[in-house]
């Protein structure tokens, strides 16, 4: 089935931060935080240091995805220019976000480049305790001033806005400062990342979740879901997750992605789209709208 994958990350170089300060590499996809805490964030096969577009096109080609919206986060460093290039360079598959620290004190700088001068389409915004913006920064309100400038830049510039508000029951996540502002900005498309990131035993928690923000500009991406849930194949509750979104905000509002490369340490490729396929829990025609009819009436525009 044809898809469009809309949250994937391209890594020129690794230069993030987190919670554990500092993010650099070690060569073969292993990675270090200043704590000393190692683990392996690029998949065997994909890159030693880097993840290349060229890289990404050939998993893509692989499983039939059309094309591709390349996301940022601090987890592995901004990686805003990198990202622009790889998608003037193949401006057939890949849609390039820009992000920025709404705390930078140059940042109307950084925000004329990116979206005036480059005009890249989609923001990114990366809110969570380990490796978002409340990873090095006291606890930032999804309502508060920065943040709505990060929103009035949005609709005046009509850019997509893609938000992860990290995991359940930590203080970057605010289901309900963030509804507040969604209400506040009716033309600005909101991609809530991860479906919320609901754990194993969230049913109730999504339920809420889905109900309070089943909004007209409200779409919600699945990317690493079965990372979330912690289960193996075919990951029976993300399908049971998919499904309750599906019924209370509607199979128009809901997105396929992957998070390749550093979910793939965690599920395939192949898998993480497979589990969706086979399910019988999904119509063929939910389907055909969460993989790629959905994702084609947002982005298509920005595909040359």
């Given at each position: 089935?044809?898809?469009?994958?809309?949250?994937?990350h391209l890594i020129g170089a690794i230069c993030g931060f987190g919670a554990e300060?500092?993010?650099?590499?070690?060569?073969?996809?292993?990675?270090?935080?200043?704590?000393?805490?190692?683990?392996?964030?690029?998949?065997?096969?994909?890159?030693?240091?880097?993840v290349t577009a060229e890289t990404l096109l050939s998993v893509?080609?692989?499983?039939?995805?059309?094309?591709?919206?390349?996301?940022?986060?601090?987890?592995?460093?901004?990686?805003?220019?990198?990202?622009?290039?790889?998608?003037?360079?193949?401006?057939?598959?890949?849609?390039a976000a820009g992000t920025f620290d709404p705390f930078c004190r140059g940042k109307e700088k950084i925000i004329h480049h990116l979206f005036e001068?480059?005009?890249?389409p989609v923001l990114k915004m990366e809110l969570s305790n380990t490796?978002?913006?409340?990873?090095n920064h006291p606890t930032v309100f999804l309502n508060q001033a920065e943040m709505d400038a990060v929103y009035q830049l949005a609709d005046s510039k009509n850019l997509i806005v893609f938000i992860d508000i990290g995991r359940p029951r930590n203080d970057c996540y605010q289901i309900a400062e963030l509804k507040e502002s969604i209400l506040k900005y009716p033309n600005v498309i909101f991609i809530l990342c991860h479906?919320?990131?609901?754990?194993?035993?969230?049913?109730?928690?999504?339920?809420?979740?889905?109900?309070?923000?089943?909004?007209?500009?409200?779409?919600?991406?699945?990317?690493?879901?079965?990372?979330?849930?912690?289960?193996?194949?075919?990951?029976?509750?993300?399908?049971?997750y998919i499904r309750t979104a599906m019924d209370l905000v509607s199979s128009d509002r809901i997105l396929w992605g992957s998070d390749f490369p550093s979910a793939m340490n965690y599920c395939s490729y192949r898998e993480s789209y497979q589990y969706i396929l086979d399910s019988d829990l999904?119509?063929?025609?939910?389907?055909?709208?969460?993989?790629?009819?959905n994702a084609e009436r947002l982005f298509g525009r920005f595909i040359q």
């Open positions: 089935m044809k898809k469009i994958d809309v949250h994937v300060g500092e993010l650099r590499a070690l060569g073969d996809g292993m990675v270090e935080y200043a704590s000393g805490k190692q683990f392996r964030l690029i998949p065997k096969g994909y890159g030693d240091k880097e893509m080609d692989e499983h039939e995805v059309a094309y591709a919206v390349c996301l940022q986060g601090n987890y592995v460093g901004f990686q805003n220019l990198y990202t622009y290039e790889a998608a003037r360079k193949y401006p057939h598959r890949l849609i001068e480059l005009k890249i490796s978002g913006l409340m990873a479906l919320t990131a609901p754990q194993q035993d969230d049913q109730v928690l999504l339920e809420e979740n889905m109900r309070q923000l089943a909004l007209p500009n409200v779409y919600f991406d699945l990317a690493a879901l079965p990372n979330n849930t912690k289960e193996a194949y075919p990951f029976v509750k993300a399908q049971q999904f119509t063929l025609e939910e389907k055909e709208k969460l993989f790629f009819k």
